[in-house]
Nanobody, 124 residues
Framework: QVQVVESGGGLVQPGGSLRLTCAAS????????IAWFRQAPGKEREFVAG????????LYSENVKGRSTISRDNAKNTVDLQMTSLTPEDTAVYFC?????????????????WGQGTQVTVSS
């Protein structure tokens, strides 16, 4: 069973930035699609950003496009999500999710394993 663990969440002031990290055990992340989703209280879990396996193509939701970067560190076997210009609307639990194949997808049901999530709170 592949496990992924998120880290890097916390309290951030509006306009600030943060970096979330997804680390995996027993699997080389570079071969598989990895995505970040988020879920705010009372809302559905939504796609934020993803990176495909092999070629590393990226995809972003319109909510974070232009102020977020997803990247992969093959040496560390991690996938990072860097977010800037944060607003209270970015407050949510952020989840790392992985597929057992390389193509990227925005759909939750396409992902085979999930982390426990890390809380991000944007507030002054």
């Amino acid at each position: 069973q592949v496990q992924v663990v998120e880290s890097g969440g916390g309290l951030v002031q509006p306009g600030g930035s943060l970096r979330l990290t997804c680390a995996a055990s027993e699997r080389t992340l570079s071969n598989y699609a990895i995505a970040w989703f988020r879920q705010a209280p009372g809302k559905e879990r939504e796609f934020v950003a993803g990176i495909s396996g092999i070629l590393g193509s990226t995809l972003y939701s319109e909510n974070v496009k232009g102020r977020s970067t997803i990247s992969r560190d093959n040496a560390k076997n991690t996938v990072d999500l860097q977010m800037t210009s944060l607003t209270p609307e970015d407050t949510a639990v952020y989840f790392c999710a992985g597929r057992s194949t390389w193509p990227l997808s925005r759909e939750r049901h396409d992902y085979d394993y999930w982390g426990q999530g890390t809380q991000v709170t944007v507030s002054s």
